[in-house]
């Protein structure tokens, strides 16, 4: 079986015009001559000729490892791919990195309700946790890496998925490539920027506006804090630990029983957050920020917006990106 797999990765090398080349199998490195770089650089920096990244195309870029033998713990086609490192390869071929593992994977992105609502390039997760992922290529099949012995092929969607996440939004995203390849939108390390989604083209858009529906505040205020804090990054963190989406200190995460890295989660603390601000200090907008930057205790200490060059610049630039939110029609 093995010496069967060697012969179809030779074959797959050969078909795309690849040289044999040697490469580690260690998760965080790569060779440049392996056959990984070299698919690299053939589909390009984006893994597209259009430079924009569809579902249909995530699809079409995980078509391109059909027959990579599974290897546990594998990130490198030119030796073998396990589940998680499938999904993270395809992603990564257009721009959008992803975390190492299936648990990791099965928390970013946008959360899909059932199986009847995916979407062609969705990440389809089992197990609990999660413990098993693949990437959803419609009509109930998926491409995945299944287990020791077998190859990256299509398979049916065998049972229910423990969750299932979208990374693609609905619309085209703009072009990953270059540097935006590393500060993209969603999700980890990669995909912020311009992308669209159902409400005036605002990542998580849905989250903010359940978010303030709940707690009784602006859409668009938790929209601007994310957008400035992260860009929309869930998995950021700062030089100063802070996580996630909304960027939350551990501690504060702690006090509010919320998983930062977790976009709804931290969505829902950082409206109760924000609320409890406003009240905290008579409705002001402007101290409600300055307190979520650099602590209610600061604001208290110097009686307003403390005197810290972050923070100095912190409110203004929320207060910017809600007046670009709302001329988008995004409330």
């Known amino acids: ?4 797999c060697a012969a179809r990765v030779q074959e ?8 044999v080349a040697t490469a580690s199998t260690s998760a965080t490195t790569a060779s440049a001559t392996s056959f990984a770089s070299s698919l690299e650089g053939a589909l390009g920096t984006t893994g597209t000729a259009a430079g924009s990244t569809t579902g249909s195309t995530v699809v079409a870029t995980a078509r391109k490892y059909l027959g990579i033998p599974y290897v546990y713990g594998g990130t490198n086609p ?24 299936a648990a990791q ?34 009509d109930g099949k998926m491409i995945v890496a299944p287990h020791t012995g077998d190859v990256v092929k299509v398979q049916k969607v065998y049972k229910t998925p423990s969750t299932i996440r979208r990374i693609i939004p609905d619309s085209s995203v ?24 159902s409400s005036a083209g605002v990542p998580y858009a849905g989250l903010f506006q359940s978010a303030a529906a709940k707690y009784g505040i602006s859409a668009t205020l938790l929209a601007a804090v994310a957008k400035v804090e992260s860009n ?29 890295l977790n976009p709804a989660q931290a969505v829902d603390g950082a ?31 110097y009686g307003g917006i403390p005197p810290y060059a972050e923070t100095q610049a912190y409110v203004p630039k929320v207060k910017a990106a809600m007046a670009q939110l709302e001329a988008r029609g995004f409330k």
């Open 271 to 301: 409206a109760r957050l924000l609320v409890s601000n406003l009240k905290q200090f008579n409705g002001s907008l402007s101290l409600a920020l300055a307190a979520y930057n650099a602590g209610a205790g600061a604001v208290k200490k």
């Open 105 to 138: 994977q099965s928390k970013v992105g946008q959360p899909v309700a059932s199986l009847s609502q995916a979407k062609p390039g969705d990440l389809v997760c089992f197990g609990s946790p999660v413990n098993h992922i693949g990437i959803y290529i419609g």
């Open 1 to 4: 079986m093995i010496a069967d």
């Open 78 to 101: 030119a030796t073998g791919l396990d589940c998680s490192g499938l999904t993270q390869r395809v992603y990564k071929d257009l721009g959008i990195n992803l975390p190492r593992t």
């Open 174 to 197: 703009a072009t990953l490539g270059g540097s935006a390849a590393s500060s993209a939108l969603l999700r980890p390390a990669s995909l912020r920027g311009t992308d669209s989604t």
């Open 12 to 19: 797959i090398r050969v078909r795309l015009g690849f040289e």
């Open 232 to 260: 929309y990054n869930p998995t950021a963190v700062s030089k100063a630990g802070a996580k996630g989406l909304m960027q939350i200190m551990p501690g504060t995460a702690k006090g509010l029983g919320v998983d930062p």
